[in-house]
């Protein structure tokens, strides 16, 4: 009797087994991918971006001369000489550009690029050639980028330029201006150096992004920059033709307008 009843529940355990097997809903090819397909990637956000532009650098015509020397003084009866008579010449360079995001809205720029000019004469000093520099103004600003716009991200900043002016010479070429006229005497700047200077800078722009990491920016940035010089300044006929000490201000101001190509990592 005992070994009936132990053969009756196998046979009831296994048909339990079989009719729970048989009353589960098959399981599908879809399900099976499933289970085995992998968990969906999460995107690594990339802090880099970097573009490169063309740039006008253009700087307003402005500055101002002072001739210490008393002989000259007395030639132009004052001392600076009077008006804004620096004109500094506009160029297009290319420039490229390196920002690191701490999020998506908050970014750090830093702006490389170097920039020739000419410098001329205005006002009491037209039709002089005074000389010229070039400039390496790398510029550090802090953004803010404005978000949910879809592929249009423009930004606002702000921050500090320092400018290092290098390969300056003086044109050492002879000219009648308007403040040697009475003399009939030519003047020629005979030297020439430009201060290294820091100066505020503040910039709006946008990245229109074509792609995910492809995209074209324009970019309009102002510097107020406006460092020291100091040179000397020689007149025919006065001084028996030695140079005199001369100093003074660049009014350079520049706006720095660009556009160019975007590559977000």
């Known amino acids: 009797m005992g070994a009936h009843m132990a053969r009756a529940t196998k046979v009831f355990l296994l048909a339990t087994v079989m009719a729970a097997a048989f009353s ?3 399981v599908s090819a879809a399900d099976i991918a499933v289970l085995k397909a992998p968990p969906p990637a999460v995107e ?8 490169i532009r063309a740039v006008g650098v253009l700087p307003r015509d402005s500055g101002t001369v002072s001739i210490p020397d008393p002989a000259v003084t007395a030639l132009v009866a004052s001392n600076p000489v009077p008006g804004n ?28 690029g170097v920039t020739p000019h000419k410098v001329t004469g205005q006002g009491q000093l037209a039709g002089l050639e005074i000389g010229q520099t070039w400039l390496l103004p790398p510029t550090l600003t802090l953004q803010y980028h404005f978000t949910g716009m879809g592929a249009f991200k423009p930004y606002i900043g702000g921050g500090v330029n320092y400018t290092v002016f290098f390969n300056t010479s003086a044109s050492n070429i002879p000219s009648v201006v ?23 800078a503040v910039q709006i722009g946008f990245d229109y992004m074509l792609t995910k990491n492809v995209g074209v920016n324009v970019d309009v940035k102002r510097l107020w920059l406006q460092p020291d010089w100091h040179g000397s300044i020689a007149v025919d006929g006065l001084n028996g033709g030695l140079p005199f000490a001369s100093n003074g201000k660049v009014d350079l101001d520049p706006w720095l307008v660009g556009g160019g190509v975007t590559y977000k990592f």
């Not at 008579?85 to 999020?103: A, C, H, N, Q, R």
């Not at 006229?181 to 201060?195: R, W």
Request: charged fraction near 10%.
């Open 24 to 26: 589960t809903a098959p």
């Open 44 to 51: 690594v956000w990339n802090p880099w971006m970097v573009r």
């Open 85 to 112: 008579v620096l004109s500094v010449s506009s160029t297009v360079i290319p420039e490229i550009d390196v920002s690191y995001f701490f999020t998506p809205n908050i970014a750090l720029e830093l702006v490389l």
């Open 178 to 200: 308007p403040l040697t006229a009475p003399l009939g005497a030519p003047l020629a700047v005979t030297s020439l150096s430009v201060k290294n200077s820091f100066a505020p």
